[in-house]
């Protein structure tokens, strides 16, 4: 069948680990090689197999890899994310929280919290991202791809930016601003009483499908408290992407 030759090839070049030509697919499937040509031409058109440098062997496509990588399980994230989230959340005295975009919003997918039981902190829950957590929101939406950004924006960050019109709380200017800086923070109304501090977590060429933050009270995530956290998160942003691109490798 056409559809397990288009299989056959993918496989091929997948398990070979470089860049591989028409020729070798062709000695590996055994496809006329005209066959060869048509195929991966199909392929290519769909972005599922890419050309090297020099245009003339494939590897594994951006939209193949998106693909792969968000149908990553929550369940098979949270394992290899939480025992970073716990460590930093003991570090930092403050919640940490696992957020993720889905097809029209942002949910929060782990939490962890300090593990000292005299201090207080705030827990976010599962689920929706709530608005003492939206610092999440805005560094998605920086560091995301075109299309992913303008739903993010759509569907979280505006309708965000109209409940605090008549509200005090710093909201960031532009997404520039948080692209500089690597980070974002929101300081929320009085009502509120939270900052949260949140880093992009990107994989490969997807943008920012994930995010790490942080939150806790106001008085004691103060200007310079965030700026040291937030610079810390991008480094821990880059330890749980890692472990992310690696979730489904088994463990032996």
Do not use: W
Request: with cysteine; charged share 20%.
């Amino acid at each position: 069948m056409h559809l397990e030759r288009l299989i056959a090839i993918l496989e091929i070049i997948a398990v070979s680990g470089r860049a591989i030509s028409v020729s070798d697919i062709q000695k590996a499937t055994a496809l006329p090689k005209p066959t060869v040509y048509r195929l991966c031409s199909a392929l290519a058109d769909h972005q599922l197999i890419d050309n090297d440098e020099d245009n003339s062997r494939y590897v594994i496509g951006e939209r193949l890899t998106r693909i792969a990588l968000l149908g990553k399980s929550d369940v098979d994230v949270r394992r290899v994310a939480a025992p970073i989230l716990a460590k930093s959340a003991i570090n930092f005295g403050e919640t940490v929280y696992l957020s993720r975009y889905r097809t029209g919003g942002i949910d929060i997918i782990h939490v962890e919290t300090p593990n000292d039981p005299t201090r207080g902190h705030i827990y976010p829950g599962l689920g929706a991202l709530p608005q003492n957590c939206m610092a999440s929101a805005f560094v998605m939406a920086a560091f995301a791809e075109d299309t992913f950004r303008q739903e993010i924006l759509n569907n979280v960050v505006n309708p965000y930016k109209a409940t605090r019109n008549n509200a005090s709380g710093g909201v960031p200017s532009d997404l520039d601003t948080i692209r500089t800086a690597g980070f974002a923070h929101i300081e929320q109304a009085t009502e509120f009483g939270a900052t949260s501090i949140s880093a992009p977590i990107s994989i490969g060429t997807l943008g920012a499908t994930f995010a790490i933050g942080v939150v806790g009270p106001n008085d004691r995530l103060l200007e310079e408290a965030t700026k040291n956290i937030g610079k810390k998160l991008i480094e821990i942003s880059s330890q749980v992407c890692g472990a992310i691109q690696l979730c489904n490798v088994p463990e032996v």
